[in-house]
């Protein structure tokens, strides 16, 4: 069994920064690719962004240039460093072990003045 524990969300103004955390443990493996989702208020999960185990990465358009995922395989732990975040960037953030299809419990993402 894989567990996820994110953390890192919180209160940030508009144009502001996070880096949100992903720590796997169990059966994680650092092959696996990682993935990052969202769920905003009355809206369904939606992909963000994701890393294979040799670093190759993609992102939803409307984070590209914005948000960078990257991963140290020696901590076991993925990362999500969001910039120039957007009111509409509000959302609880997941991270998602892509081979097991486990997910966090989920860090809330608050951007508003």
């Known amino acids: 069994q894989v567990q996820l524990v994110e953390s890192g969300g919180g209160l940030v103004q508009p144009g502001g920064s996070l880096r949100l955390s992903c720590a796997a443990s169990?059966?994680?493996?650092?092959?696996?690719?990682m993935g990052w989702y969202r769920q905003a208020p009355g809206a369904e999960r939606e992909f963000v962004a994701s890393i294979s185990s040799g670093g190759s990465t993609n992102y939803a358009d409307s984070v590209k240039g914005r948000f960078t995922i990257s991963r140290d395989n020696a901590k076991n732990t993925v990362y999500l460093r969001m910039n120039s975040l957007k009111p509409e960037d509000t959302a609880v953030y997941y991270c998602?072990?892509?081979?097991?299809?486990?997910w966090g419990q989920g860090t809330l993402v608050t951007v508003s003045s």
């Open positions: 998602k072990d892509m081979y097991f299809a486990v």
């Open positions: 169990g059966r994680f493996s650092s092959i696996n690719t």
